[in-house]
């Protein structure tokens, strides 16, 4: 998924992921979800991060590691 880099849309892709969970029962790894970000500072990067409760993933994307 593509977003902007704001706080706002940053919440509202965690609210909608929380509500995925919430209506499917499905539940999210977020320890072992990436973000892949774009010309973000490093010190915005970290604050999004910690509210997706991911880490920062590298190219190439491994989308199931062995």
């Given at each position: 998924m593509l977003l902007?880099?704001?706080m706002e849309s940053i919440q509202r892709l965690k609210l909608a992921l929380d509500s995925f969970y919430t209506s499917t029962g499905?539940?999210?790894n977020f320890m072992k979800?990436?973000?892949m970000?774009?010309?973000v500072p490093p010190t915005d990067l970290q604050v999004?991060?910690?509210l997706l409760q991911c880490t920062e993933?590298?190219?190439p994307q491994i989308y199931l590691p062995p």
């Open positions: 902007h880099v704001d499905l539940v999210i979800s990436t973000t970000p774009m010309h999004y991060m910690d993933g590298k190219f």
